[in-house]
């Protein structure tokens, strides 16, 4: 009986708690999305006519055949394009560096 | 060397073997054709499936603390290593810019954990002690880590069905959700169609996000701060576009050996001798109670937003704020587009589900808080 | 010599039980592939002519000249074909979606 | 501080150095040397050649408890996790079909363990305790992780000879194997060619197969399930299709690193003050014996089994039966080519390859099983 | 239940946060902010800010012995497992053939450790004890593995900032380096071009090698065996040409998952009540004492050997043998680019690079043995 | 102030011996370089005169390119060739052996 008055307790107080950290996280991200925003304007975008003009329904008819694919088990791995690391390939370009110099040095003569 | 001492030793397999093994494996055997045939979550229900059929045969040693599936569980599963390192990966996995985009959504991933709360009340009334009552209420948290993590504190003894209800419910979700959605929204509501003019999300946000949600939630809900904390980071290492090494390895290595090591563990677990009882058939029933409670009470709540808002909002994507990422997100859309092909809802639910993640975690904390505050832990 | 004799007594013990046991799992293996055999008649396979004309022979060649690249290390690290897996994919299907909807839309605007 | 206190510190390296540390570290220089300049099985035999010069190299600490290679003995040799997880990527590797299209093969596959047995037998008149001799004879196995898997149980502190042993003569497979194959087969016998009309073997069949043989072995001889399970684990991984992710983590990363390590820890043991000395010798002529004595016996159930078909089995085949997988098979089909280039064996020969995978796998839990009982241990 | 007395509990996660723990979040912010928008050293700053991070969310448990990140410490930090897999991967991406072609370069990389030494004694100046003297001396061997390596070993309570001091520091060398160079050289000196025509490097060289270095150092240092070790057991791997699979361990998963895990355990060190004090702030300005000590002793050798060799040498490589490669050896060459675009230094530079790297490892060596033996540790 | 004398010492004795081991490296390594160099001449070189013709300069410069495109984050993930490994695969051979030999056979019957 206790448990049943403390489970119900609990509900109350874990559901008010959910919303008020929900409705916290909602402030966040409002306060986030307009703080952080891109100042650049939108044209700068590369193809911003074209987009518009075929709209949102295309857009999401591309996403619906994506969708499709996928689940038809066709995906890659890797379809996102893969970041640019600079620093990250640092040791390799030092391991390219010095192989290049090899071939193209030490071992030719 | 007596012939006869030694027949006994030869037939030790068999003369140990339960009826409880038998009916183990025969689940074993469920689970695996279930990954293997139906392709239902078969990166989890394979190695959890082969983990109890292990766990079945008698005096291989395997699940003994010494044996391999022991020091599994040792080694991540009694340290939460596995679910938390699984999330890295999943937050690598995951964009937030549709919730970003439309953060009012975030409201959805609240009221997806009404089932967590009403579990919990209906497993205290079928008699299951306060800490159990909680761990099984989490299955209603329907996402896989969240409740490992949770039963791994509160109720280690029940880790075994919790896992098992929690992965094989989620897989069923196809099965699940759509009489539910069907049943409780009329046509007119499916066919409601939602504007889709969001403002750009910079990538300074998609960066700044993980940031700052793990500091809120952290500071919020400190016992949510290692979960919610690996997702954003997995979410961090991606978006932030300059450790793709390190992003890469959590999206492909370390999740997939996680989820080997973590599926195999928990099979483990589920030795007759342990799992089969009263207890785990009523928490089987109690975890399908819950993924129904979550998705009416999604339902209900995206009803309400509809009213709210004068009608532009779909009531279906209310489902994907379960959590259950993407799958929930996916069949909202799929839902729509039954009734009007030219109906695109995806975005709109995927930020519902993705909000359905963070208030899955967040929902397992606050649990996890109240109830260890509660019971003195 | 106590040692001698157990260690005979574990020859003919273990040899016995290995060719059981492997008897067993002969016996299995042929209830296994008869239980599980295709239903599905041979014709159904797209190039079961041209197969059996060039016959047996020409396939072992093909072999020995997959065992001879692969011996002179000129192997590829997957020559298999991947098994489509749809669920599998399924994070990464999220993942993408959204991907593509943030380029075709929220940032082209 | 006084300076000439500190010479023997500075020189302490080398008056540390034994002529048993310069012995190994030229052992080790040979492995290396056979693994890099002759490319014998050189993902193993490097990391043993290195881990073995670490060994003898004094004060480094690397070996000691809290060093890095005692830090991976226990975490991977002494759970035998690293044996095991090996199993789950050759497993995944490892295609059944040969031997499902041509069942009765798998004779072969205990015929090929009879080395064992004999080994045991040599090595007590050797004068070594039987617990001792059951793990030299595991080398007879002719299979890595089923002899570091055994000796771990029976003999760890022979653990390091008889991996090195097994290790080095399965990568000297090619020169042992051919000569005794000439001996015992006479010209006539080496051209008989074999018919290949197997059945169809469907995908099914494919899945069921590592399923069902964990649990028929796994009854039967209790102490093989590790082994044969991570074996099986690993062929399921990749025949079910559906876990992509997983199997390829299984026959990468998971195989790579776990192989990395293993042959590290292992050549760590490999200390001049416990590896040499005339045990270690004769373990080396032992485990020599063995591979001998399963190739002849081998060949000589071949032969049987060639002289009650009437002549239609080829006995090179039955020296595949050893394991050693897949060089043995690979063997016996080009010696049956040498003698007529159009005499194409290869698909019986891995049938019986695979079979002796399996058959060294049973007799190593056999012999495990029945020594462990009469030891009492 | 009384909701005024769950207050405090709901507060706590802000009750407890100090100052401090925003100080320090401030600090984790700069670090996210280097790695993500600056790019410095992203695959270690960005891990070490996240660390931090969690580290200062109050009541978390992540730190906490059994929490995640206590998990990743033990099992890599106090093991000094990751530093060690994360060398095993740096040494499967250097190639020492520049250094091979001109041994005389090696001088350089002894000249670059004097910051070591210097800040050494500096440190004592300041009245840290001599083991802590030491660890912090070892920043000025500008590399990340020997750093926590030594510190490890002599003075763990100092981990944190010694470990971020060194990372970071070594992360701002393109804006240390540049002015001291300018400053110490004339602009004559920095014309000066160096004739490349190296003999040819066999492969074999590049096979014996990283073997011969490992007993040469192991016997001279044994100390420094475990760094060196590592280092070259990767070049080997690499250079043999015959383990590709394990090389590619090395330098993918085996590195990236060691980095992932060591950069947060270290991060994680860095709690506001153990990390912000007086001698943390001593230790971050005695690092970059260290670095700027180290390139000014490196350029003045190089002075010197250009002295000595009447004009042969341009003095700037001799900031390229500090280690910290390749970054040091890509400087180095820009500089005499920039004075003189036709003049080409970096196969110079990169040998001195590479001869650092070395000269860390083992004056990191030289000075846990020194200190160890007179702390009589 | 012990401390001091201490450090000072440890300074002395540290470099010294610091550059005692780079010493003893750099016999180390002229011995190596000397006992294992390429027996071969070098005219076995496949394009040596191209290479002594465009000189050293020309290799430093695409060095430098390949730099400069490092540090544009353009690097592909392996630049270097792979070295062939014939055991490594043996495995894999064994795999795909008999992988061969199922669909040419056993399936298209
Ligand atoms: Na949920
Ligand atoms: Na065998
Ligand atoms: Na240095």
Not at chain 2, 27 to 41: H, N
Request: net charge neutral; proline share 6%.
């Amino acid at each position: 009986m206790t448990d049943l008055i403390l489970s119900l307790e609990i509900t109350a107080l874990g559901m008010g708690l959910v919303f008020g950290a929900i409705l916290l996280l909602w402030l966040m991200m409002v306060l986030l999305t307009t703080l952080t925003a891109d100042k650049s304007p939108a044209p700068t975008s590369p193809e911003p006519d074209s987009v518009s003009e075929t709209g949102f329904k295309a857009q999401a008819a591309t996403l619906a055949v994506a969708i499709a694919l996928a689940e038809q088990g066709q995906s890659t791995a890797h379809p996102l394009p893969e970041p640019p690391t600079a620093i990250v390939s640092a040791w390799q370009l030092g391991m390219r560096t010095s192989q290049r110099a090899q071939k193209g040095n030490f071992r030719s003569r | 060397m007596d012939l006869s001492s030694l027949l006994p030793e030869l037939l030790k397999g068999f003369t140990h073997f339960t009826i409880g093994n038998a009916v183990m494996i025969s689940a074993a055997l469920v689970l695996i054709y279930l990954a293997v045939f139906k392709e239902i979550e078969p990166v989890l229900l394979l190695p959890i499936g082969f983990g109890c059929l292990l766990a079945n045969i008698p005096l291989s040693g395997m699940t003994a603390v010494e044996g391999m599936m022991g020091v599994l569980y040792d080694a991540g599963i009694k340290t939460e290593l596995f679910p938390l390192l699984i999330f890295v990966g999943v937050g690598a996995m995951i964009d937030f810019s549709p919730l970003l985009a439309q953060p009012r959504m975030v409201l959805l991933g609240a009221a997806g954990q009404f089932g967590i709360f009403g579990t919990l009340i209906l497993a205290v009334l079928l008699g299951f002690p306060l800490n159990q009552a909680a761990s099984i209420g989490v299955i209603g948290a329907i996402d896989g880590p969240t409740s490992i993590f949770v039963a791994t504190k509160l109720a280690p003894e029940l880790l075994a069905p919790i896992a098992v209800a929690a992965y094989s419910y989620m897989s069923l979700i196809p099965i699940i959700q759509p009489p539910i959605m069907r049943l409780l929204t009329t046509k007119k509501e499916r066919l409601i169609r939602m504007e889709y003019a969001p403002k750009p999300i910079s990538k300074t946000t998609l960066i700044f996000f993980p940031i700052v949600l793990t500091i809120v939630v952290g500071l919020l809900v400190p016992e949510a701060t290692p979960l919610i904390s690996m997702l954003m980071l997995g979410n961090l290492l991606k978006m932030s576009g300059v450790v793709d090494r390190l992003s890469k390895a959590a999206e492909n290595e370390i999740i997939n050996i996680a989820t080997l090591f973590l599926g195999l563990a928990i099979g483990a677990t589920m030795n007759a001798a342990a799992f089969l009882n009263f207890d785990t058939g009523k928490i089987m029933i109690l975890g399908l109670f819950a993924f129904v409670l979550d998705t009416v009470a999604g339902l209900l709540f995206g009803k309400l937003m509809c009213a709210v808002t004068g009608g532009k909002i779909n009531p279906l994507i209310g489902a994907a704020g379960i959590s259950a990422f993407p799958m929930a997100g996916r069949i909202a859309a799929k839902m729509a587009q039954e009734e009007d092909p030219d109906n695109f809802i995806l975005m709109h639910a995927m930020g519902a589900n993705t909000a359905g993640q963070l208030g899955s975690v967040i929902a397992g904390g606050i649990l996890l808080s109240v109830v260890s505050k509660m019971l003195g832990i």
